[in-house]
């Protein structure tokens, strides 16, 4: 099995899936925007893999430049996902059109500032660095040791499936937004990194992976109705004083969204023990057998 070329394949898919994303995501189209954030949180999660066969200071310059990306890129992906959110919630007759246009309008505007950020933060210069340092990265003399790279990922996913557990436990069976925004973040790594060590085996399983992809998507859709329940509150609280009936139509919304995240937490719960379960088959024993794999 050829862990080297899988290990050099992978950087170049995600950086190529980067690079290919970025000038359609600063000229502000949504799907490109989330393509282009969600190969940097996939480059991020692949790069401690090289640890041990890269050198330091080049590595943490790579990471450094990737985790900004995904910052800058960060607010403007969630107002793409709670204005589409906020499109849906036209369809619930109880929810007036007025008080829509209003907290679309207060969104919209945040969207254009926010994407004036990212358009200063990742310019073309930056991204031409980027894709020259992981080129640098992904071909010196030094880069891919195979067995280190295999040791290093089953590290990662283990480490990821103790975050995730510990993230579960602490989130208990309340809902508290915070705590199950972090549940959803440490899926998200988890995937990731089993992504990595799939890859490097060239396996086909996929199970794990299609599990956890679901949990985010269920934790993403309660993240964005936060979003949204907040940008009403902060119209509402612009209002209150001047219009008395688009008061009372925002907290017709905010009722709305507030349900939608209830049925989504009881979805979550349902769900909670059989992701507990898989992390606990990532077991260290199991994730360490092939190690020593060349």
């Known amino acids: ?8 394949g992978l950087l170049k898919q995600r950086l190529t899936t980067l690079i290919d994303a970025m000038p359609a995501a600063q000229a502000g189209d949504m799907r490109s925007v989330h393509q282009a954030r969600v190969a940097t949180r996939r480059l991020r999660e692949a790069l401690p893999v090289l640890r041990t066969s890269v050198n330091t200071q080049t590595l943490r310059r790579v990471k450094r430049q990737v985790r900004r990306m995904t910052r800058a890129l960060g607010p403007v992906r969630e107002l793409d996902v709670a204005l589409l959110q906020l499109d849906e919630q036209s369809a619930h007759s109880v929810v007036s059109t007025r008080a829509l246009a209003r907290v679309r309008q207060s969104m919209a505007r945040e969207r254009l500032k926010r994407r004036r950020d990212m358009l200063a933060a990742i310019t073309p210069g930056k991204v031409e660095k980027l894709r020259h340092r992981l080129g640098q990265v992904s071909s010196g003399s030094e880069a891919a040791k195979p067995a280190a790279a295999l040791h290093e990922v089953q590290l990662l996913v283990d480490r990821r499936a103790r975050r995730l557990t510990a993230s ?11 705590r199950l925004h972090a549940v ?6 988890l995937r ?7 890859e490097l085996k060239r396996s086909r399983a996929t199970a794990r992976i299609a599990q956890l992809k679901r949990l985010q998507d269920l934790l993403g859709r309660m993240h964005d109705f936060e979003i949204l329940i ?6 509402q609280a612009d209002v209150a004083r001047t219009d008395r009936r688009l008061t ?11 349900e939608a995240c209830r049925r989504e937490h009881a979805t979550y719960m349902r769900r909670r023990p059989s992701i507990v379960k898989l992390c606990e088959t990532l ?6 057998t092939s190690s020593a794999v060349a």
């Open 283 to 288: 077991k260290p024993s199991e994730s360490l």
């Open 230 to 235: 907040d940008r009403t509150r902060q119209v």
């Open 168 to 178: 579960i436990e602490r989130a208990g069976g309340l809902y508290l937004p915070d």
């Open 1 to 8: 099995m050829d862990h080297r070329a899988a290990l050099l």
């Open 184 to 189: 959803r973040i440490a899926a998200k790594k």
């Open 192 to 198: 990731y990194a089993l992504e990595i060590d799939r």
């Open 248 to 258: 009372t139509e925002l907290d017709v919304l905010i009722l709305n969204l507030e």
